[in-house]
């Protein structure tokens, strides 16, 4: 069975409706391990080699987070800059780091609808342009890269069986990876 580590980069998952959504529709699958961020490390000190253990641990890696100025959250910002480092999750002579072959998964949440997204938008690009550097790094780290994961408008106009409905979805795609 796959084991799959949810690293959550939410700064207030009891403030948050969507996210703490996706993440109750998976907390209590077995074989999925739900590991907040912000909730582990409040004073921003991440203990990096512990971060790389729970990463070895596990065969599927998903990152979810909400969009912040087309970005990630600081914290788990700083968590990639902490953990992913040279010769452990990257090489630069091509062998195997050790991620290499583990699955990822970007998990979004984006407050406004989708239409914002696209080139006629508000933003005047897609959320996979604006968020090109997580599918870098992953790459660089050799993960198997899965497709992202978008939930939009969860400020402006996200409905409650619309949540319901993505949080059902998410919960089968994270079931779907202990085969």
């Not at 998903?62 to 800059?81: A, R």
């Amino acid at each position: 069975m796959s084991k799959v580590l949810l690293v959550v980069g939410h700064p207030d998952l009891s403030q948050s409706k969507a996210n703490a959504a996706l993440v109750d529709a998976v907390r209590d699958l077995a074989h999925v391990t739900v590991h907040d961020l912000y909730a582990a490390y409040p004073d921003f000190r991440i203990d990096a080699d512990a971060e790389r253990a729970l990463l070895a641990e596990h065969d599927v890696i998903v990152f979810q987070h909400p969009v912040y100025w087309y970005n990630t959250t600081p914290l788990l910002k700083q968590w990639q800059d902490k953990v992913f480092t040279l010769g452990w999750a990257f090489t630069m002579d091509g062998s195997p780091s050790q991620l290499a072959g583990k699955k990822a998964v970007v998990a979004v949440t984006a407050g406004v609808p989708a239409e914002h997204y696209t080139p006629e938008g508000a933003n005047q690009t897609t959320l996979e342009a604006l968020l090109s550097s997580w599918h870098s790094t992953l790459r660089l780290c050799q993960f198997d890269i899965q497709p992202m994961v978008k939930l939009y408008g969860t400020a402006f106009g996200l409905s409650d069986e619309e949540l319901a409905t993505a949080a059902k979805q998410y919960n089968e795609l994270l079931d779907s990876f202990a085969a």
